[in-house]
């Protein structure tokens, strides 16, 4: 009698077991069809619409639905989507939508057009000599030298140009200078007179 009873008990706990693991399973489902539908952005859930149904709302899936609403309002207003592999809890939408329009316009090429004027200024230097003007060119990355002779020089380019090229004829006369009092007139100076030259030819 004894091992009868205890095999009806087993056989009602099974049952009992069992039942409770269908009925998680049916949550388990309408949890992923919650899920889905927020993910593949149909309607919007509603909340108020999943407890008017009658199924029962847990904070978690009223979480899932407001993350759901959150996504589709990000994918709607930017037109990009959080990837599935991030946390719908953790990630804000749109935040992550602003980090991936900065991160595609820091990686986006620059166009044909677009040149700052003093890119422009560069290109057009002029030093005087063409072996000059190409290192020059090479050394700055400029990689087009044919145009940089072709293209019009406005006026205020013009001036620029001619103001350096002053300038450069002014640094290359100081620099003959400076190399001659060095180099040639060694002794000049301070405390050296041309009485003092004489004294040693003595």
Known sequence: MDAQEALARRLERAKKLQEQREKEMVEKQKQQEI??????????????????????????IAM????????AKALAET????????????VNPMKFAEQEKKRKMLWQGKKEGDKSQSAEIWEKLNFGNKDQ???FRKLMGIKSEDEAGCSSVDEESYKTLKQQEEVFRNLD????MARSQTHTQRGMGLGFTSSMRGMDAV
């Open 35 to 60: 899920a889905a539908a927020a993910a593949t952005g149909g309607s919007v859930l509603n909340v108020a619409a999943l407890l008017a149904s009658g199924t029962q709302v847990t904070p978690q």
């Open 64 to 71: 899932a639905a407001q993350m759901a609403a959150l996504q």
């Open 79 to 90: 037109g990009i989507a959080v990837p599935s592999y991030y946390n719908p809890a953790a």
């Open 133 to 135: 003007n190409v290192k």
């Open 173 to 176: 006369a100081q620099y003959e």
